[in-house]
């Protein structure tokens, strides 16, 4: 079983920057991929939001975030990091990191076995 922690959220201005930190413990991520997802109201699915493989050599992004968010990974550290540039009101939500275990739809939630509790984060126009 995988443990993971989101860490870096608040409350920050449009056009502004936040880094998000998830760490990972138990079983090891650093043979899985592992991504970010978000869900902008209560009761609304978890939204793609960026993936990385497991090597952290390749990244995919949702159209929404391409060019503003950046995800990495240190697997040495067990931890991964969305860095979010040139924020915007509708980037408002609560963010999970999750792992998948399995070689499926990097972009579809019901693919990740293992979830963070989230980390809020507010853009305020």
């Known amino acids: 079983q995988v ?10 201005q449009a056009g502004g920057s936040l880094r998000l930190s998830c760490a990972a413990s138990g079983r090891t991520t650093s043979s899985s991929d592992m991504g970010w997802f978000r869900r902008q109201a209560p009761g609304k699915e978890r939204e793609f939001v960026a993936a990385i493989s497991w090597s952290g050599t390749i990244t995919y992004y949702a159209d929404s975030v391409k060019g503003r968010f950046t995800i990495s990974r240190d697997n040495a550290k067990n931890t991964m990091i ?3 540039n040139t924020l915007k009101p509708e980037d408002t939500a609560v963010y999970y ?3 998948k275990f399995a070689e499926t739809d990097r972009t579809r939630s019901n693919n990740y076995n293992s979830w963070g509790q989230g980390t809020q984060v507010t853009v305020s126009s």
Do not use: A, H, I
């Not at 443990?3 to 608040?10: N, R």
């Open 3 to 12: 443990q993971l922690v989101e860490s870096g959220g608040g409350l920050v």
């Open 82 to 84: 969305l860095q979010m």
């Open 97 to 99: 990191c999750g792992v």
